[in-house]
Each structure stands twice: as C-alpha cells, then as structure tokens.
C-alpha cells in the first residue's frame, strides 16, 4: 500500500500530465448551450421511448437502494422479501431489479435474505457520502465489505483532492480501492451536484474512468443535489470518446432524485440518444433508487 503524504500542494509536473489528458478529450460547449442541446434531445425522443417495453427494461437495470440512518436488518430484509423475491418470476415479462444497494452492515442481511437469481448485493463504501477519510481506512472497509458479500461497490471520489487540483492523489486512490476489488464492480460517484458545472464533470469523469472505474454514478443522493439530465450528458460524452480511445466501456449510474417512471425514460433517452444501444443493458447502465420500482410496477399494471 502506498503511503499517503500531505503535501501542500500538486507539483507543475503532475498537474500537466493530468492537463495533457483531459486535453485529449473535446472541450464543452458553455453550460447554457448543453442545456439547450439536452431539451432538445428530450423533446424529440421522450415520447417515443415512453412504452412499456422499455419501462419493463428500465425495471431490469435499477438499483433498488436504501441509505438512511434508520436503516436496520429487520426493514432491509424486510424489503428485500417484499420487492425483491416476491417479484422473482410474478411478471415472466418483466426482469427482477438489477440489485440491491445498502450500507456495509448490512451487506450481510441481504445476502441471507435475496432468493432472487440474477440480483447483485451492492454497497456503499469508503467514507460515504463525504468520503473525507483516510485511504487505508476506504481500503480496509471496501475489503471487509466484498468479504461480507458485496458483488458491487460504490465508493465516493474524493472531491477535496479534485478542487485542490490534486490529481494525482485522487486517481492513486481510486486504482488502489480499484486493485482490492478484484473482479467486484467498482462505481465512482462524481458527486455531480457539488461540481455543479460541466468542465468539473467532464474532468472528474476522465479522472474515474482511468482511474479503473466500471461505472461513473452521478450522485450519493446526501447532502448535495441529486442527478441532472445536463451532467448525464457530460458524463456520456466523455464516457463515448473514452471507449474510443482506450477500447474499454464504461458504465453510467443515475442517482439521487429519480423517482418517476417520466424521470427515469428521461434519462434513458439521452444515454440512448449519446452512447447509443450498445450502453442498453444492466452490465453498462443503472439507475439507483428507492421509490422508482414501485412507480414503474403501477404503469405496468401490478
């Protein structure tokens, strides 16, 4: 493990090789403008993307997820029998959730509790949602939290590093959580509300993808504002010109706010319309919520 040492700034030279790679990247049009490209992405394919076949897929990719303070083995198992094996096999047509997100404790429970096939057991690690810890620390729980079970992790990038333009720091931490995770799904939440605009979005998602991630996730859904169709479409952007120049796929995760079956086409309409079918599929895209099942289960009639 390497050892992290404070220093009191990045050095010319790191900042310039970090600089050389985002330059590889094609530069953004100013905020207002990818506004306006987004609306108009929307209002030229929402309505033909509002069928229950896809709200059935949409279904398939969620991240059924509980992250409260509350939280304990009774309601997650709870859940989990209620929305998650109940469900297995009641619509033929209809794919169960793509898996179930919740805290490292909890790991455990849910892994006693899913009868479900083809449901992944997720969770939230490295000092979320602030991820203001020590790397050794994120190392060892999202360790603890694969050995408990977990086949998904979803750890926060360190967003102190990124505004100090620390790149280095940042990226190291990430490929060494990333190292530890073997064969487990890493997902890098951009925490998209705090960058707030697009540039910051762009460059934290370069930063994640080489950093190894398999997903890039818009928000923890916490303390800042959840996901925007405006930031998914940077982070698509950059997500397409990435698969293009290294030949690896990213995936994207929306969440913090998607409640709506109208949301969620929303969103699946622009990575449709930006990255284009081959990202349709749960492998490359998720969509983490808690209320999001129920809607779209009631517009298909359940």
């Known amino acids: 493990m390497k050892n992290y040492e404070y220093e009191a700034s990045p050095s010319h030279t790191q900042i310039n090789k970090y600089l050389e790679t985002f330059n590889r990247f094609s530069l953004l049009p100013p905020d207002t403008e990818i506004s306006s490209i987004v609306e108009s992405i929307l209002e030229m394919h929402f309505k033909e993307n509002f069928t229950a076949?896809?709200?059935?897929?949409?279904?398939?990719?969620?991240?059924?997820?509980?992250?409260?303070?509350?939280?304990?083995?009774?309601?997650?198992?709870?859940?989990?029998?209620?929305m998650v094996n109940n469900y297995e096999g009641k619509r033929p047509d209809v794919p169960n959730i793509a898996a179930v997100c919740v805290y490292p404790l909890l790991v455990e429970t849910v892994k006693q509790a899913l009868t479900a096939q083809d449901v992944n057991i997720a969770s939230v690690v490295g000092g979320f949602p602030s991820s203001q810890t020590f790397t050794e620390i994120k190392i060892a729980e999202t360790m603890m939290t694969i050995m408990t079970g977990a086949q998904e992790i979803d750890v926060?990038?360190?967003?102190?590093?990124?505004?100090?333009?620390?790149?280095?720091?940042?990226?190291?931490e990430l490929s060494e959580i990333k190292d530890c995770c073997h064969d487990v799904t890493m997902k890098v939440i951009l925490e998209t509300g705090a960058l707030a605009v697009a540039e910051n979005i762009r460059k934290a998602t370069i930063l994640a993808a080489y950093s190894g991630a398999d997903f890039v996730k818009t928000s923890t859904g916490k303390e800042y504002s959840g996901a925007?169709?405006?930031?998914?479409?940077?982070?698509?952007?950059?997500?397409?010109?990435?698969?293009?120049?290294?030949?690896?796929?990213?995936?994207?995760?929306?969440?913090?706010?998607?409640?709506?079956?109208?949301?969620a086409v929303r969103y699946y309409t622009i990575v449709k319309e930006v990255l284009g079918r081959g990202w349709l599929n749960k492998e490359l895209f998720r969509i983490g919520a808690s209320h999001l099942v129920s809607d779209i289960e009631k517009r298909l009639g359940e």
């Open 53 to 82: 076949e896809i709200l059935k897929f949409i279904h398939g990719c969620i991240d059924l997820t509980t992250l409260t303070s509350l939280d304990t083995k009774d309601s997650v198992w709870e859940m989990v029998d209620k």
């Open 228 to 263: 925007t169709f405006e930031a998914v479409y940077v982070m698509c952007k950059v997500v397409k010109e990435y698969a293009t120049i290294s030949g690896r796929k990213v995936g994207i995760k929306i969440s913090g706010g998607v409640r709506t079956a109208e949301d």
């Open 156 to 172: 926060v990038m360190n967003l102190g590093y990124f505004m100090e333009e620390d790149y280095e720091a940042l990226t190291d």
